[in-house]
């Protein structure tokens, strides 16, 4: 439980209160006498005017704090930090100028509207249309190589970037096109 201690603090802790009760968010809080709180203490907090309201804030014996839930900020977290690496990961392949078939199989629909403002904000046109593909040969080491890069990236993107690497003369473009040449 995290206390707030200032009283601008606690003045939106109870603005938002108050707000919740108007919309009956609630309830469970008013039937439970949660924390000490009863249906009394709920009228006479809704029935006090604004400036009311701050001057109660200001009283330094009112004992105001947050709870956080350590599961869902567990969670929150974690789909941070995801959501952070796989951004990363659209930006680099925009940057390694990915085409929009491949966009779409990794990041979803929304990221070609992303590359299409980054592209714009560079002053770079998209590319379109058929990529050169490599020699057989060439197109068979990017297999392998696909194949091999599968335990260890668990991310698409990873792998695609991983290829990018290996084979620097190749546009993801030309790599996802051999990489999906016997898919149907």
Known sequence: MISLDEP???FQALSILLARLAQGDLIDARE????GLDEHLFQRLRSLPAADLARLSAIKH??????VDGGSLDYALRTLERLTREGRLLERCVDQQAPRALLVELFG??????????????????????PSLPDPDTRDCIHTRWHELQDRFAHPAERYLALAENFPGLTLASLHAVVNEFAD
């Open 8 to 10: 601008h603090l606690r």
């Open 62 to 67: 009112l004992k105001v704090a947050i709870v």
């Open 32 to 35: 439970g006498g949660q924390a």
């Open 109 to 130: 629909p929304q990221a070609v509207a992303f590359a299409s403002l980054h592209r714009m904000r560079l002053g770079e046109r998209s590319f379109r249309g058929r």
